[in-house]
């Protein structure tokens, strides 16, 4: 399971080669930090609320630098943007250029994350807006979007505080239950990065009961779907297992666990990486080959 992290290139001018995917030059970073015509003319758009897509799609391909992210915070463009992301009467794409700027502006950069919660935040609910509107919206697309953007501000402490607070997890799991594959994909990048890799210490209460409730989550879920996530649900459910080995596994999922294993049993499936980690895991995760004793001591 990969994380939802996206690596960005950095580079000097002359270190730019024919495949430039991925690359920001250092030498245009400086030139829009020390002197932002881009930024100015997409401030005064955003504040006209005029949207011209080819200005902030510019915006959208320097923002992951922390330096051009950093000013653009201060600018005040990503609050506005900010702003209209949270707001349905603008035009779906408009918004989904708007979170891009937003989480990629945001993320890792704690300067950029005190200048929101200082200036929307004022009443610390930055990530309670978002989560509002996450249960307002209807597209699917945009739902991922705006959950890029909470998980932007879950490095901050104020972030992983109202998501707590606010019981996000819960209004995620929904999404999960309900969403489109790719949706319920970002909900699982989400879990990775910011429930199993959170700041918040393991032995806490909210730790404890949330990976229990994903760990159900994830059996009711691999017993019952259609498939399409299993490789990501399986890799994310043995993850938790392996974090808490006492938590409860449901006989459903054990027949489920024993039918996948003799599936990978077959010559056509004996490669795929797949079927490999369910006969790993069957015996080093969630027990011996009959997958129970682990999980069912009164057996021993």
């Known amino acids: 399971m990969e994380s939802g992290d996206k690596e960005v290139k950095l580079m000097d001018k002359d270190e730019v080669g024919d495949d430039a995917a991925g690359v920001i030059v250092k030498s245009d970073i400086e030139e829009l930090v020390e002197n932002s015509p881009l930024l100015t003319r997409a401030v005064d758009q955003v504040l006209r609320r005029e949207f011209d897509a080819e200005t902030l799609e510019e915006v959208a391909e320097y923002s992951h630098e922390g330096d051009f992210g950093e000013r653009i915070a201060r600018s005040g463009l990503s609050v506005e943007l900010f702003r209209v992301l949270l707001n349905r009467d603008y035009a779906a794409e408009n918004r989904e250029l708007c ?54 501000l879950m490095t901050h402490q104020r972030g992983m505080d109202e998501f707590i607070e606010q019981n996000g997890n819960s209004f995620l799991r929904d999404i999960f239950a309900k969403g489109s594959s790719s949706l319920r994909s970002k909900c699982l990048i989400f879990v990775w990065d910011h429930i199993l890799h959170s700041p918040v210490t393991q032995d806490s209460k909210w730790y404890k009961d949330e990976i229990a409730y994903w760990s159900e989550a994830l059996q009711n879920a691999l017993t019952t779907g259609k498939g399409d996530l299993n490789r990501e649900m399986f890799e994310t459910l043995v993850k938790i297992t392996e974090l808490d080995g006492q938590l409860p596994i449901k006989k459903e999922f054990l027949k489920w666990l024993s039918k996948k294993s003799d599936e990978g049993l077959k010559k056509r499936n004996r490669d795929d990486e797949f079927y490999q980690l369910v006969r790993q895991a069957r015996h080093t995760v969630f027990g011996n080959p009959n997958a129970e004793r682990k999980h069912n001591a009164e057996e021993l």
Do not use: W
């Open 99 to 152: 979170a891009r700027i937003v989480g990629a502006t945001f993320k890792n950069n704690p300067d950029s994350q005190k200048l929101l919660f200082d200036v929307v935040g004022g009443d610390g609910k930055v990530v309670s807006k978002l989560l509002d509107a996450l249960k307002a919206e209807t597209d699917d697309k945009m739902k991922s979007r705006l959950l890029y953007v909470v998980g932007s």
